[in-house]
């Protein structure tokens, strides 16, 4: 019985596709957004964002510009390596 409960849960459970990644740049202002097309074929794209620009979240219906992301961050400061 405890199999069969089991098996209708994990049956009901619906994963949703991705749609974006965003790959976050640590040693720059810099930023890449992958979107998946809505379209039967799927074809992702690709969009750079850089200093100055605003960045366009569509999956979390969120937008910023680029600079609130990285205030505060000085990129000339060297890196400490421990």
């Known amino acids: 019985m405890e199999l069969l409960v089991l098996n209708t849960v994990l049956n009901d459970i619906i994963v ?3 749609t ?4 976050v740049n640590q040693f720059a202002p810099y930023i890449e957004v992958y979107r998946r097309g809505r379209k039967e ?7 750079f ?5 605003e960045v366009l ?3 979390v219906d969120v ?3 680029l600079e609130d992301l990285y205030r505060g961050i000085d990129f000339d400061e060297p890196l400490v390596e421990e």
């Open 57 to 59: 979240l569509e999956s």
């Open 63 to 65: 937008h910023f510009p």
């Open 20 to 23: 974006q990644i965003v790959l």
């Open 41 to 47: 074929d799927g074809a992702w794209s690709h969009v």
């Open 16 to 18: 949703a596709p991705t």
């Open 49 to 53: 964002c850089e200093s100055g620009q």
